[in-house]
T-cell receptor, first 113, second 112 residues
C-alpha cells in the first residue's frame, strides 16, 4: 500500500502567486481531509470530503483557498493569491468513513516570501 | 474547530523511564487515535481505539479509551531515544460527522 501521496514536498513561492497542492488518498478510502499545521495553531482542519463531495469547509481561512476532489483518487488545494501568512505545512489525510483509521501524507512545506 | 486538551505539553525524561500522557474532550467520541510525528514528516498512526474502556497495546505503547468516552490515555514503557517526537491524540464522533479533532500535542524528549 503506497499510503497517502502528496506533492510537492516543498514549495517556495512569492506573494501573489498561485499555489496548488496535490493529494492522492489511499485506494478505497472514501473520506479525504486537508489540514494545515503551524507552531501557533497546531493541526487545523481546512476541509473534508466524503465520497468526493465537500462536507465541511468551515476551516478554509478565506476565499483565497479552494479545494476540489474531481474523483476518488485525487484532490487539490489551491491558494490564489498566496500570502506570507499562508506559510505552513499542509497535510492531506484519508480514511474510511464511519470510524476508520486516519492516515496522513508526508505533507507539503509551503513558504510564501 | 474543536481542539482537545492534551497534557502534558512537553516532557523531558531519562531513557528507560515510563511516560504517560492524556487527552480530554468536552464532548464524547466513539473513536480515539494516537499519533507520533517526527520532524519533517506527517503524523504516523500508533494506536486506534473504538470502544469505551478498551485497552490496546502496540509494543511498548498502551492506550486506553476512557469510560466516559471523553478522554484517552497513552503510556510508553521503558522509553528509548527513538521515542522522541510529538504525540497527538485525535477523536471522532462519526454520528455527528466524520471530522477528527486533534489535541495540541505532547513533545517528548528522551535523554540517553
Amino acid at each position: 500500500d503506497a499510503g497517502v501521496i502528496q506533492s510537492p514536498r516543498h514549495e517556495v513561492t512569492e506573494m501573489g502567486q498561485e499555489v496548488t497542492l496535490r493529494c492522492k488518498p489511499i485506494s478505497g478510502h472514501n473520506s479525504l481531509f486537508w489540514y494545515r499545521q503551524t507552531m501557533m495553531r497546531g493541526l487545523e482542519l481546512l476541509i473534508y470530503f466524503n465520497n468526493n463531495v465537500p462536507i465541511d469547509d468551515s476551516g478554509m481561512p478565506e476565499d483565497r483557498f479552494s479545494a476540489k476532489m474531481p474523483n476518488a483518487s485525487f484532490s487539490t488545494l489551491k491558494i490564489q493569491p498566496s500570502e506570507p501568512r499562508d506559510s505552513a505545512v499542509y497535510f492531506c489525510a484519508s480514511s474510511l468513513s464511519q470510524g476508520g483509521r486516519l492516515f496522513f501524507g508526508s505533507g507539503t512545506q509551503l513558504s510564501v516570501l | 474547530g474543536q481542539q482537545l486538551n492534551q497534557s502534558p505539553q512537553s516532557m523531558f525524561i531519562q531513557e528507560g523511564e515510563d511516560v504517560s500522557m492524556n487527552c480530554t474532550s468536552s464532548s464524547i467520541f466513539n473513536t480515539w487515535l494516537w499519533y507520533k510525528q517526527d520532524p519533517g514528516e506527517g503524523p504516523v498512526l500508533l494506536i486506534a481505539l473504538y470502544k469505551a474502556g478498551e485497552l490496546t497495546s502496540n509494543g511498548r505503547l498502551t492506550a486506553q479509551f476512557g469510560i466516559t468516552r471523553k478522554d484517552s490515555f497513552l503510556n510508553i514503557s521503558a522509553s528509548i531515544p527513538s521515542d522522541v517526537g510529538i504525540y497527538f491524540c485525535a477523536g471522532q464522533n462519526f454520528v455527528t460527522g466524520n471530522q477528527f479533532y486533534f489535541g495540541t500535542g505532547t513533545s517528548l524528549t528522551v535523554i540517553p
